[in-house]
């Protein structure tokens, strides 16, 4: 795997690349787990090179959010991305993404007020500045992103659209740890004890597809029961629960065909999100 760490190397390896090859791409913010490796695996199946980018973006935390102790280790991240065949790690540092002077940023209007958007202010001008650059950089032909994080492949998905970017996203279901629980770097800060209090999630999930499979539309009755369940323990503390639109992300109040149930917790101090969709088969 060759580890490139500047912008003027990645671009000029993608030109050259490009010519011949099909480019896939997996942004990461590192600390890899089982989630981001069948993203590799499925830019390995869309593409002949695969590049996977690890970056811990400053301008997508909040002053309060977690950037200095977000988990990190490159060692072991090198050795996973290895394993999958991995060609390329894109690896590059603040100075290099935001030199000084640096002052453009991309919002995507709408789509960033919802969900994690209302508590997490700018978090989404940050995510896709960051994307765009990336894609600027690795000039991918095929991005994967997973499923896992919905509302940021909404507002990536609708930035490619909007300014005409020459890639194709693929999105890709959210990999679980057996009992369930969204596997996510963050999942590192918790407790025994507060993971447990996790799953109570993935019940909430279960229990409204179940639900939803049963005919039940109403929107305020699904968000009880999910609140019902997250409650049922202490220690779970709820930022939201919503039924969505899959597309505009805003809250119906019942469901048509499709719409997204969203959540995102806080557990001592760390905060999940998880989601699914629920939709007549
Ligand atoms: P992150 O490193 O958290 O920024 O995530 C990098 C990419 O991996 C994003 O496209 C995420 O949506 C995706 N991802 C994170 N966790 C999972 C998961 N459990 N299943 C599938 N994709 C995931």
Do not use: W
């Not at 600390?31 to 499925?42: D, F, I, P, T």
């Not at 492949?153 to 930035?159: C, F, G, S």
């Amino acid at each position: 795997m060759k580890v490139i760490e500047t912008v003027r190397e990645m671009q000029e390896t993608a030109d050259l690349l490009r010519r011949e090859k099909r480019i896939g791409f997996v942004p990461t913010m590192g600390y890899l787990h089982e989630g981001h490796l069948a993203l590799v695996r499925k830019a390995r199946e869309l593409a002949d090179v695969v590049v996977a980018s690890i970056f811990v973006n400053p301008i997508q935390f909040g002053p309060t959010e977690d950037l200095a102790k977000y988990p990190r280790d490159l060692a072991r991240d090198m050795k996973l991305l290895e394993h999958e065949k991995t060609d390329i790690l894109f690896y590059p540092d603040y100075r290099q993404m935001y030199p000084d002077g640096y002052t453009t940023y991309i919002q995507v209007r709408g789509l960033e007020d919802y969900l994690c958007g209302q508590t997490r202010k700018g978090h989404f001008v940050g995510v896709a500045t960051v994307v765009a650059k990336l894609f600027n950089m690795v000039k991918p032909h095929v991005a994967v992103f997973g499923q896992k994080d919905y509302q940021q492949l909404a507002i990536i998905e609708r930035m490619v659209r909007d300014l005409n970017m020459d890639v194709q996203i693929i999105p890709y279901p959210t990999v679980r740890e057996k009992d369930g629980l969204a596997m996510s770097s963050r999942n590192t800060y918790l407790s025994p004890a507060e993971r447990e209090k996790a799953l109570l999630i993935y019940a909430s999930i279960k229990r409204l597809q179940e639900l939803f499979k049963h005919r039940e539309r109403n929107a305020i009755t699904l968000k009880e029961e999910a609140r019902r369940i997250l409650n049922s323990e202490n220690g779970v503390a709820i930022e939201y629960v919503s039924i969505s639109d899959p597309e505009t992300l805003a809250e119906v109040d019942s469901v048509k065909e499709r719409a997204v149930y969203a959540v995102a917790v806080r557990i001592g101090k760390t905060r999940l999100i998880d989601n699914a969709l629920l939709e007549e088969e």
